[in-house]
T-cell receptor
């Protein structure tokens, strides 16, 4: 299967710890997106990359959040000093260009105790 | 800016009966519109998309949607529901990279 993959699928952590998630997009896609989805809501945009350049960040992305895509392939999303409010599903998506649909990974479910 | 409103948080139908999931959108530009489906523990899957071609869009699994600019609506329909259609459905409005999701409609299909 050559779809978008995310790792880990589940993460349980204690408040104050740092966590890092990984996303591997579809190989020929140069655009990569991160979203957050809380229970009963649709996904909310966090940030996106074109190749290795991070082109936009949502105001939802506080300074505790950082995302990278160092070689324009996989991406990581790090949350420092996690808070209970960070508990959510973190989704990654990729697309071949600006006007095509986005292909989503299965998500990483984060639980902060 | 754009936004989308899904008018029903939960729709329940009997197997074999029609499905209607309602979506209204707002956009300052000519948007692209999508419907995605999310099954439990599965990733979001594209059902169909509208990108300024035909106003009646056919998607996978027998779903279709009609773009009505005058009503700013993009309702999703299916003539006959199947048990496997039970899932969460999201209407999405997009301008460039900016995709805005609705809050979702949970579809329940009764035997």
């Amino acid at each position: 299967d050559t779809g978008v993959s995310q790792d880990p699928r589940h993460k349980i952590t204690k408040r104050g710890q740092n966590v890092t998630f990984r996303c591997d997009p579809i190989s020929e896609h140069n655009r990569l997106y991160w979203y957050r989805q809380t229970l009963g809501q649709g996904p909310e945009f966090l940030t996106y990359f074109q190749n290795e350049a991070q082109l936009e960040k949502s105001r939802l992305l506080s300074d505790r959040f950082s995302a990278e895509r160092p070689k324009g392939s996989f991406s990581t999303l790090e949350i420092q000093r996690t808070e209970q409010g960070d508990s959510a599903m973190y989704l990654c998506a990729s697309s071949p260009d600006l006007y095509n649909e986005q292909f989503f990974g299965p998500g990483t479910r984060l639980t902060v105790l | 800016a754009q936004s989308v409103t899904q008018l029903d948080s939960h729709v329940s139908v009997s197997e074999g009966t029609p499905v209607l999931l309602r979506c209204n959108y707002s956009s300052s530009y000519s948007p692209s519109l999508f419907w995605y489906v999310q099954h439990p523990n599965k990733g979001l899957q594209l059902l169909l998309k509208y990108t300024s071609a035909a106003t009646l869009v056919k998607g996978i699994n027998g779903f279709e949607a009609e773009f009505k600019k005058s009503e700013t609506s993009f309702h999703l329909t299916k003539p006959s529901a199947h048990m496997s259609d039970a899932a969460e459905y999201f209407c999405v409005v997009s301008v460039g990279h900016d995709m805005r999701f609705g809050a979702g409609t949970r579809l329940t299909v009764k035997p």
